[in-house]
């Protein structure tokens, strides 16, 4: 990697010989560090800086929450995937909520006070544990000290989470169990006041005692299933006790002379691919980096893809018909780039699924080489503004991503799993050695932010930091606007003018796509380099 690339770069990479973590706050980052230090691997440093996020940004992730985690073992030189994105309760139907404008109506909901029913079975404690007894070599307690204490004693609150509760002060302190806990004796925290999740603390301590039998079959499930159905949810005790994780093969695709692993549906990684094989059928190299034509081929790949996961992307355990081959391979990809016009922008059909405002990704790298790339989230900016009675829990608000339209994968039916992006990338150079693990959270808008670095990283000879701070650009989901990061404008200033006469609308906007994460690997002396994005309050730490 060329380390002096004059392209703009908000702090130094981190590195470590024994170990490093990228995550979402430098918290979480200490956490996993700490874990590592006493000789725990990386999937139990992932899940102690994955218990810690749901602490310190409970608007973000937490237990009440689902996601994804990729899984590198050195060893065996295998890498696996950990579902945990739970499931449709069985007792939600499409009919029982209701829809505005072919998406399902929030604000509806929020003003009858059912916001529970945008909740979906949380997978989160059930994807600690199962990591931890598969690939951990700790317990999970052990894993869970650093979320407890933070919980219990308390941390200093930062500017973004008391940002982010201001924000959301209006659908917060509507439910008294939340207004107890966000709250400060109703008033709004400041920057830096100690803020205390006792019940959390308790709920995590729990866990750490009995295991995820006591979130999904003990007190804790209980007190959650009870108060979500009280409150207009539709959860049963049985599907919470029965809830199980799933194991999944990685799918394995090559971009240029690195293989990258993602995870099947129901997630669309595959439109990731996707997008990456239609690009590579223009050529981007023979382009500058930001010019209209490197930055327009970029929006028309994404087009196709954004197109493809509305209409193909569901849970395959009910539809054996996604055309993942088909969407893979050469043949489609030069189909779908002979169809981009370099002159003119195309004009697409909008995104009818908003996009979720809150997620978080974390990469862990261990003195073994193993490795694991995490995706969290609870939906929308504190899932669906509930805490689940005296558990501390705040509920996941997934459903609120459901479309009208019954004939589309992602809209609600029983059981089913909500699609997603995780995008939680591993990457193996020409000789199979893990060289990059990258991700990012941000809904939708994965795909073009992770795609972005991973070209910074291999087409332009990034360092991990650079990489990861480099102003981005991003199709909007009404498939006509552009926004554009304006610290571009400092080194190409006419690039709304270029852009707007392809036939973009373009607007020019603050950093704020994405917040990427990122450990890169040299294959010449094995350092560990960290990269974490300046946009919120990420932090790579290593040793």
């Known amino acids: 990697m060329n380390t002096?690339?004059?392209n703009f770069q908000s702090r130094p990479?981190?590195?470590?010989?024994?170990?490093?973590?990228?995550?979402?706050?430098?918290?979480a980052s200490q956490a996993a560090i700490d874990i590592l230090k006493q000789g725990g691997n990386a999937v139990d440093a992932a899940i102690a800086a994955a218990s810690v996020v749901s602490v310190v940004q409970p608007f973000s992730s937490g237990l009440g929450g689902v996601g994804y985690a990729?899984?590198?073992?050195?060893?065996e030189k295998k890498t696996e995937i950990c579902e945990f994105s739970g499931h449709i309760p069985e007792n939600t139907q499409h009919n029982s909520v209701p829809y505005k404008e072919g998406q399902?109506?929030?604000y509806a909901l929020r003003a009858e006070k059912k916001n529970l029913k945008g909740s979906i079975i949380p997978g989160a404690v059930a994807g600690w544990e199962a990591m931890s007894q598969k690939h951990g070599q700790l317990p999970l307690a052990k894993s869970l000290n650093s979320a407890i204490e933070l919980a219990r004693d308390g941390f200093p609150i930062?500017?973004?989470?008391?940002?982010?509760?201001k924000e959301q002060r209006s659908n917060l302190i509507s439910w008294e169990t939340s207004k107890l806990v966000y709250f400060n004796q109703g008033e709004l925290y400041q920057p830096g006041d100690n803020f205390k999740q006792t019940n959390l603390a308790n709920t995590l301590k729990a866990i750490a005692i009995n295991g995820a039998k006591e979130?999904?079959?003990?007190?804790?499930?209980?007190?959650?299933?009870?108060?979500?159905?009280?409150?207009?949810?539709?959860?049963?005790k049985e599907e919470f006790a029965e809830y199980k994780v799933n194991w999944l093969e990685p799918i394995t695709f090559q971009y240029k002379s690195h293989s990258i692993k993602l995870a099947p549906p129901p997630t669309s990684d595959v439109v990731f691919a996707e997008s990456l094989n239609i690009l590579s059928e223009l050529h981007p190299e023979k382009w500058e980096q930001f010019s209209n034509a490197y930055i327009h081929a970029n929006i028309e790949a994404t087009k196709f893809g954004r197109t493809d996961r509305v209409t193909f992307i569901g849970d395959p355990n009910f539809d054996d018909s996604i055309p993942v081959d088909t969407i893979l391979s050469n043949k489609y990809a030069k189909q779908q780039a002979s169809r981009i016009n370099m002159n003119k922008a195309m004009q697409v059909?909008?995104?009818?699924?908003?996009?979720?405002?809150?997620?978080?990704?974390?990469?862990?790298?261990d003195q073994w080489g193993n490795a694991v790339n995490l995706l969290q989230t609870v939906g929308m900016h504190f899932g669906c503004s509930v805490v689940a009675g005296?558990?501390?829990v705040t509920m996941n608000g997934m459903l609120y991503f459901s479309p009208e339209d019954p004939s589309l994968p992602n809209s609600i039916k029983p059981n089913h799993r909500i699609e997603m992006n995780p995008l939680n990338l591993m990457v193996f150079d020409d000789k199979n050695e893990l060289k990059l693990v990258l991700g990012s959270p941000g809904g939708k808008t994965v795909i073009q932010t992770v795609r972005q670095m991973l070209a910074n990283v291999i087409d332009f000879d990034m360092n991990i930091q650079q990489a990861i701070d480099t102003p981005r650009f991003l199709s909007e989901q009404d498939g006509h606007t552009v926004t554009v990061e304006e610290m571009l404008l400092l080194t190409h200033p006419n690039i709304k003018q270029e852009l707007e006469a392809l036939g973009h609308k373009v607007e020019v906007v603050p950093a704020q796509h994405g917040c990427g994460q990122g450990i890169y690997i040299n294959s010449r002396n094995h350092t560990l380099m960290g990269g974490s994005d300046f946009r919120r309050e990420s932090y790579s730490l290593g040793y």
């Open 70 to 75: 990729t899984i590198y073992n050195a060893k």
């Open 4 to 6: 002096t690339n004059p």
């Open 215 to 236: 979130f999904y079959a003990g007190k804790v499930a209980s007190d959650i299933v009870e108060y979500v159905n009280n409150n207009g949810g539709h959860f049963t």
């Open 390 to 392: 005296n558990s501390g």
């Open 349 to 365: 059909d909008p995104d009818p699924v908003i996009n979720p405002k809150h997620t978080i990704q974390l990469c862990v790298v």
């Open 158 to 165: 930062s500017d973004l989470l008391c940002e982010t509760i």
């Open 13 to 27: 990479q981190i590195m470590g010989n024994k170990g490093m973590a990228s995550t979402p706050h430098p918290l």
């Open 104 to 106: 399902l109506d929030i």
